[in-house]
């Protein structure tokens, strides 16, 4: 009867003494964890982008406010090639952004050139009511066909394959002009396909070729705020 006492009353005292190991050991990985919470984040985060691919190197993409080139992809974090900010037309600034991989997770990701490779841009050109705005319609049509409608086939190509993967589908790949009215004029929104890093290029080609044949039109002007002031005697 002795020995099952004892047997009793030791063990107590060694559960207690576990309890109380259990209980420290238990703070401690809880006090690790908080401590290493944001490296655990971004090794998450890592290991979202290798097995989903969000992006890759040589991707242009935008993540929360900050938009450029995956130059480099590292186990805590990834490195952009800065576009944009106080540059136009996502022109790159020069400057190199280490962005934690637990962003990915976090902020919302935009990928310019990942399965389509083409983005849409659009030009407002803006003429006076008194211009024939019908031929400045046309005139916009015919430019962006000619510097865009070599990409409609292969974008076509890409859309199809694309679309096996991603709810992607367009009415129309062909370059177009929309109308619209504002206090100023007539304002007539070229809208085509470029090529994500070609935006500014392709921006600069067409408005070069708009000023030289709005230039050759006496009916057609270019439309800009006005101020009419009366004077009484």
């Known amino acids: 009867m002795v020995v099952p006492l004892g047997i009793l009353l030791v063990?107590?005292?060694w559960f207690e003494g576990?309890?109380?190991?259990?209980?420290?050991?238990?703070?401690?990985?809880?006090?690790?964890?908080?401590?290493?919470?944001?490296?655990?984040?971004n090794l998450a985060g890592w290991g979202f982008i290798l097995w989903r691919r969000p992006l890759e190197v040589g991707?242009?993409?935008?993540i929360g406010e900050h938009r450029g080139d995956v130059i480099d992809i590292r186990i805590f974090q990834f490195t952009l090639l800065?576009?944009?900010?106080?540059?136009?037309?996502?022109?790159?600034?020069?400057?190199?952004?280490?962005?934690?991989?637990?962003?990915?997770?976090?902020?919302?990701?935009?990928?310019?050139?990942?399965?389509f490779q083409y983005i849409w841009n659009e030009l407002p050109v803006l003429v006076t009511f008194e211009s024939n705005w019908k031929k400045a319609k046309a005139?916009?049509?015919?430019?962006?066909?000619?510097?865009?409608?070599?990409?409609?086939?292969?974008?076509?190509?890409?859309?199809?394959?694309?679309?096996?993967r991603f709810m992607i589908f367009y009415s129309t790949l062909k370059p177009t002009v929309?109308?619209?009215?504002?206090?100023?004029?007539?304002?007539?929104?070229?809208?085509?396909?470029?090529?994500?890093?070609?935006r500014?290029?392709?921006a600069e080609a067409i408005w070069e070729d708009i000023l030289d044949e709005f230039g050759r039109r006496d009916d057609i002007d270019f439309a800009y705020p006005t101020q009419t002031v009366f004077l009484e005697r």
């Open 11 to 13: 063990g107590r005292i």
């Open 18 to 41: 576990f309890q109380s190991i259990a209980t420290f050991l238990g703070l401690v990985s809880a006090g690790i964890a908080i401590a290493l919470k944001d490296l655990l984040v």
């Open 59 to 62: 991707d242009r993409i935008q």
């Open 82 to 115: 800065e576009i944009g900010n106080w540059v136009h037309a996502d022109q790159s600034t020069g400057r190199v952004i280490h962005v934690p991989n637990g962003k990915v997770l976090t902020d919302y990701t935009a990928n310019y050139s990942k399965g």
């Open 139 to 164: 005139l916009l049509a015919e430019i962006a066909a000619r510097h865009a409608a070599h990409l409609t086939e292969e974008a076509e190509r890409q859309i199809r394959e694309v679309s096996r």
């Open 178 to 198: 929309y109308t619209s009215v504002e206090d100023s004029g007539v304002l007539l929104t070229v809208r085509y396909l470029c090529e994500a890093r070609h």
């Open 200 to 202: 500014r290029g392709s």
